[in-house]
């Protein structure tokens, strides 16, 4: 006996997964790039890039909620779960390039 029957859409996997996926996709790209700049703009770029990852995140979860209404408990665990997968991913890759970064 479960206590929630998730009915997970392949098509939402999908799409959330292309959204997130291109999202860290260009944050990535901003603070990579940012990295092989003068020291004094390799902070603009990383702050960049992480403001414009924050700022992606919050717009497409208001599509997602509020105007294509995927407010049921599947779509909410699914958004999340995504969300935070990818992201850990963001910071560890941002992390370990500064970890390795001789200042």
């Not at 799409?15 to 603009?44: C, V």
């Amino acid at each position: 006996m479960s206590l929630v029957n998730l009915k997970i859409s392949l098509g939402d996997i999908a799409i959330l997964s292309t959204i997130f996926s291109l999202i860290a996709f260009i944050t990535l790209l901003i603070f990579l790039k940012g990295q092989t700049k003068e020291p004094d703009k390799q902070t603009l770029y990383s702050l960049v890039a992480v403001s414009l990852k924050f700022l992606l995140e919050i717009v497409f979860a208001l599509l997602w909620f509020i105007l294509a209404k995927k407010t049921s408990l599947q779509s909410v665990l699914m958004f999340f779960v995504l969300y935070l997968a990818l992201t850990l991913y963001t910071i560890w890759v941002i992390v370990k390039t500064l970890k390795n970064k001789v200042l």
